[in-house]
């Protein structure tokens, strides 16, 4: 897709397009990145794993949740940090972990302070987004999350872990994206179709 630049049109048509897919398209997509997401080195070495819910249409990580799991490997969710709300923590996650709406209404795992991590002790984050592009620049929702939490990344030319991974349908590939200071860029992206691997930060 091209743009020319308006990030809220945008967001606007490639939300649009995750809404109008079928139930049966969107499980054919999450089972597909499975299979493409378990064949990455970085996800085959990682320990703990960052994932997240799916909400607003966006493609399901739970197919891959569950290969993880069956390989023994420590699966997490973000959570809203109840101190400072524009940041995020990870929770572990087990089958029998309560769960609570956040203020948007999303589920996050109810656990103790005491078990939450930050991203940095993390080997791998999936992060979803709106649009992506060849450079691994990353379109969220808007609301800097991701961003402020991975913000001990900014400026860094490498770093061993966390592995930042983008997942998406293939159509949220856009021709490219403006950079903003506060961004760090993804690692990889993998889709429904293909892997992107993009340049190393």
Not at 9 to 15: I, K, S, V
């Amino acid at each position: 897709m091209s743009t020319d630049f308006d990030k809220p049109e945008l967001r606007r048509a490639l939300r649009a397009r995750r809404h109008a897919l079928s139930p049966q398209l969107r499980e054919r997509a999450a089972d597909a990145l499975a299979a493409n997401a378990t064949a990455l080195r970085v996800w085959q070495l990682a320990r703990r794993i960052g994932f997240y819910l799916s909400n607003d249409s966006e493609i399901d990580p739970m197919p891959l949740m569950a290969r993880a799991r069956s390989r023994g490997k420590c699966c997490y969710l973000p959570v809203l940090s109840r101190i400072n709300g524009d940041r995020l923590w990870f929770a572990p996650l087990q089958h029998d972990t309560p769960m609570r709406a956040n203020r948007f209404g999303i589920p996050e795992p109810c656990v103790s302070a005491r078990e939450l991590v930050r991203a940095a002790a993390l080997d791998l984050i999936l992060m979803p987004l709106v649009g992506f592009d060849a450079d691994g620049n990353r379109l969220g929702m808007g609301g800097g999350f991701y961003d402020r939490s991975l913000d001990f990344l900014r400026g860094r030319r490498f770093w061993r872990k966390p592995h930042l991974v983008g997942l998406a349908y293939d159509f949220q590939r856009v021709d490219a994206l403006p950079v903003n200071d506060w961004d760090v860029p993804l690692m990889s992206i993998v889709t429904d179709r293909h892997t992107y691997i993009t340049a190393q930060p």
